[in-house]
């Protein structure tokens, strides 16, 4: 049994939250107690006055320390050694690591500030001064419920599962894996395959590993200081993404709107292959319908996987052994379903403007939460015609460099838009 007195100006703000669900439940099973105590009946004259002004001016009222020192010394007299809170915006941080603590005592004492804060003094006649974040609420009360809700939830038996608070969110040092519910498909967005499969094994790696994905990607802090078995290290930064991409040559606009063919350019094939190994792509391709334009391509693959190149920069033959050359959009398209199950999303880059555009942010977000891959779509020449931009799934936003001029080589776009996506 926890028992929480709160020390408060406004005791009937707790009424509500704490009649309803899991806190409700909790003071029925006698796992914990609240009781509020109204600051005023503390105050020391008739007038109930419990503030005053600030010494040395400014903005505002300060708490007076006569009344709250006397309703903490009477707290401590009536409990059995409780541990007294200050709720301030200047105390250390609420954490789940803080809460699992002080849901191991038996008695808090937690008080609620107002106005602009409380005489420094009264510092002294408490344990702890706590934050519940970094930004400033009116007053203490909701902190305290805050504190009252996430300790509670954590003692052992409030929960009806004893094992969901060890898997949520922090409990680990990491975000919690993605959930869902019926129905297995919403409006074309599928439920993870892995989920439906019943293989217990597989959806505890499943979920591990976006726990870890989505810690990585929202909270580096927290990412840094998680525990990490050596071969997750691994495998996470050997470009588990499902990341693909492929640089178009047909079909795409040139300078006039005609549907044309552009030239493959040694340049591209290098440096976006260069890009694609550094971010972790699994394969870039290069489509072209001609002959001619193949057989160049072909040559300078050719010389850095088997020719001289490979033997003379071992690096970009590495890079290069990721492109791949295909005729059409569709060949790329089947050869990536094949080679993972599923058809990949298609995302198209377009520096005109118009379309309902997919932020980076939200692509970076699909990429760590969602299993299908993702085949993401250059264009060369004047951009990708509309038949293409029809066919696709997402169109990304437009790279924008605060100005108007807007011709990017492709292979600056691709850099940076791996940066985006993949980048740490
Ligand atoms: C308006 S705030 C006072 C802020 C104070 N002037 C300052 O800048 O630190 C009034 C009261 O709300 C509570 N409070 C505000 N933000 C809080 C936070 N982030 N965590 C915990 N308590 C908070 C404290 O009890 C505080 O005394």
Not at 359 to 373: T, Y
Request: net charge neutral; aromatic share 6%; glycine share 8%.
């Amino acid at each position: 049994m926890l028992n929480f007195t709160v020390i408060t100006l406004f005791p009937a703000m707790f009424a509500s939250p704490l009649s309803h669900t899991i806190l409700k439940i909790a003071q029925e099973k006698e796992m914990i107690s609240v009781r509020t105590v109204d600051l005023r009946d503390y105050a020391m004259d008739r007038h109930r006055i419990t503030d005053d002004y600030p010494y040395g001016g400014g903005q505002g009222m300060v708490m007076k320390p006569e009344p709250l020192i006397a309703a903490i010394e009477d707290a401590r007299k009536k409990g059995k050694n409780p541990r007294v809170i200050l709720l301030t915006p200047r105390g250390k941080a609420l954490n789940q690591q803080e809460a699992d603590k002080l849901s191991q005592e038996k008695e808090l004492v937690l008080i609620c500030g107002r106005y602009e804060g409380v005489d420094e003094r009264v510092k002294n006649f408490v344990d702890d001064e706590l934050s519940i974040g970094d930004y400033t609420l009116s007053g203490g009360e909701l902190a305290a419920m805050v504190v009252i809700d996430t300790v509670t939830r954590l003692i052992p038996g409030v929960l009806g599962n004893v094992k969901s608070p060890q898997e949520e969110s922090f409990s680990n040092g990491l975000l919690e894996y993605p959930q869902y519910t019926r129905p297995e498909e919403l409006k074309g967005m599928k439920v993870p395959e892995v989920l439906l499969s019943g293989d217990h094994e597989r959806i505890k790696d499943w979920r591990r590993e976006m726990s870890l994905k989505l810690t990585r990607a929202r909270r580096p802090d927290l990412f840094r200081k998680a525990q990490l078995a050596p071969d997750e290290r691994k495998s996470l930064s050997a470009g588990s993404s499902r990341l693909y991409m492929a640089l178009l040559h047909y079909p795409v606009y040139d300078k006039n709107g005609q549907v044309v063919t552009t030239a493959v350019t040694n340049m591209d094939i290098h440096d976006i292959a260069r890009s694609a190994r550094t971010y972790g792509v699994k394969r870039f391709y290069v489509v072209t319908p001609v002959k001619a334009l193949q057989k160049l391509a072909l040559k300078i693959l050719a010389h850095w996987e088997q020719g001289y190149g490979s033997r003379y920069n071992q690096t970009r033959k590495e890079a290069l052994a990721l492109a791949r050359l295909k005729d059409t959009l569709d060949e790329v398209v089947i050869e990536v379903e094949q080679e993972c199950g599923s058809r990949p999303q298609l995302v198209v880059t377009s520096a005109r403007p118009g379309g309902k555009r997919t932020s980076f942010a939200q692509l970076r977000e699909m990429l760590i939460r969602d299993s299908d891959p993702c085949l993401l779509l250059l264009g060369t020449g004047w951009g990708l015609t509309d038949t293409v931009l029809a066919q696709s799934d997402y169109l990304l936003e437009p790279i924008d460099g605060g100005t108007d001029y807007n011709h990017l080589s492709v292979r600056s776009a691709a850099a940076i838009i791996l940066d985006r996506l993949l980048g740490k």
